[in-house]
């Protein structure tokens, strides 16, 4: 069974800046692409960026290019999402998530098996 624990979330004023990891733990990320979501109140989960099990391809939403960057350490089994340049809707709570398949390139919020717990991000203007 696929753990994920998302963490690194927090309060900064606009412009900040806020690194999350997400430590997995049960399975190793080396063959997997990962995804990060975020969900703000009352609204969908959407998609944020996601980076290929090499770390070689990334992609990102249109409203976080030029801002955001994921990258991740297959060693430490851990991804991460460096958020700069931050605004006041960029609060939302933020979700790691795994693909159900190794070597995906599919998007898709159904592509990805196992999520982690949230992290809260909060920009305040």
């Known amino acids: 069974q696929v753990q994920l624990v998302d963490s690194g979330g927090g309060s900064v004023q606009a412009g900040g800046s806020l690194r999350l990891s997400c430590a997995a733990s049960?399975?190793?990320?080396?063959?997997?692409?990962m995804g990060w979501f975020r969900q703000a109140p009352g609204k969908e989960r959407e998609f944020v960026a996601a980076?290929?099990?090499?770390?070689?391809?990334?992609y990102y939403a249109e409203s976080v290019k030029g801002r955001f960057t994921a990258s991740r350490d297959n060693a430490k089994n851990t991804a991460y999402l460096q958020m700069s340049s931050l605004k006041p809707e960029d609060t939302a709570v933020y979700y790691c998530?795994?693909?159900?398949?190794?070597?995906?390139?599919?998007?898709?919020?159904?592509?990805?098996?196992?999520w982690g717990q949230g992290t809260q991000v909060t920009v305040s203007s």
């Open positions: 998530a795994i693909q159900q398949l190794q070597y995906g390139r599919a998007l898709p919020i159904n592509a990805y098996g196992y």
């Open positions: 980076i290929t099990w090499t770390g070689r391809d990334t």
């Open positions: 049960g399975r190793t990320i080396t063959t997997y692409t």
